[in-house]
Antibody, heavy 119, light 107 residues
Framework: EVQLVESGGGLIQPGGSLRLSCAAS????????MSWVRQAPGKGLEWVSVIYSGGSTYYAESVKGRFTISRDNSKNTLYLQMNSLRAEDTAVYYCARLYSGYDFPFDYWGQGTLVTVSS | SSELTQDPAVSVALGQTVRITCQGD??????ASWYQQKPGQAPVLVIYGKNNRPSGIPDRFSGSSSGNTASLTITGAQAEDEADYYC??????????FGGGTKLTVL
């Protein structure tokens, strides 16, 4: 059974850093495209970043240069390193697996972890 | 990032048919996928590709596309279909953006 479990969220001051983790089971992270998607309170879904199986990474303009997506193959875990955090980064952060076909829909999602950026 | 446009809200009478649309240039080249999200829950994939449903998604959900517009149709809407619906598409630059979402009310 495919499972994604996020952790690492919490309250952080503006300008601070946080690392989110997404532990995967039932499949191999490194063989799949993996992504982070966030949702600010009361708002819609916003794609944040993706890492392809070959290692290429892409970011939304809103986080480019501040966030870094990575994975640890030995732990089968996806990460999101978030630096220079701003109030507008406050959101529930979901990790998701992309299905390898049909232009890569997000076929499995975690339950999300809440990041609150506030002083 | 890919720009996808959705109507903010749509309503449908119980048992009737409703279509939710998504517009964007990337849809001319790439498939849309559709997600249902209920309050306090993670999104769930309901349609992907030309018109594919993941296991467990009722067959009243269907998808179509023409030009720069993708559509999600619910034929015979049920009370449990009341939710937010989001479209998504990749683009040639590696972005995988979402539409703004459509709030579906079942009357």
């Amino acid at each position: 059974e495919v499972q994604l479990v996020e952790s690492g969220g919490g309250l952080i001051q503006p300008g601070g850093s946080l690392r989110l983790s997404c532990a995967a089971s039932g499949f191999t992270v490194s063989s799949n495209y993996m992504s982070w998607v966030r949702q600010a309170p009361g708002k819609g879904l916003e794609w944040v970043s993706v890492i392809y199986s070959g290692g290429s990474t892409y970011y939304a303009e809103s986080v480019k240069g501040r966030f870094t997506i990575s994975r640890d193959n030995s732990k089968n875990t996806l990460y999101l390193q978030m630096n220079s955090l701003r109030a507008e980064d406050t959101a529930v952060y979901y990790c998701a697996r992309l299905y390898s076909g049909y232009d890569f829909p997000f076929d499995y999602w975690g339950q999300g972890t809440l990041v609150t950026v506030s002083s | 990032s890919s720009e996808l446009t959705q109507d903010p809200a749509v309503s449908v009478a119980l048992g009737q048919t409703v279509r939710i649309t998504c517009q964007g240039d990337s849809l001319r080249s790439y498939y849309a996928s559709w997600y249902q999200q209920k309050p306090g829950q993670a999104p769930v994939l309901v349609i992907y590709g030309k018109n594919n449903r993941p296991s467990g998604i009722p067959d009243r959900f269907s998808g179509s596309s023409s030009g720069n517009t993708a559509s999600l149709t619910i034929t015979g809407a049920q009370a449990e279909d009341e939710a937010d619906y989001y479209c998504n598409s990749r683009d040639s630059s590696g972005n995988h953006g979402f539409g703004g979402g459509t709030k579906l009310t079942v009357l």
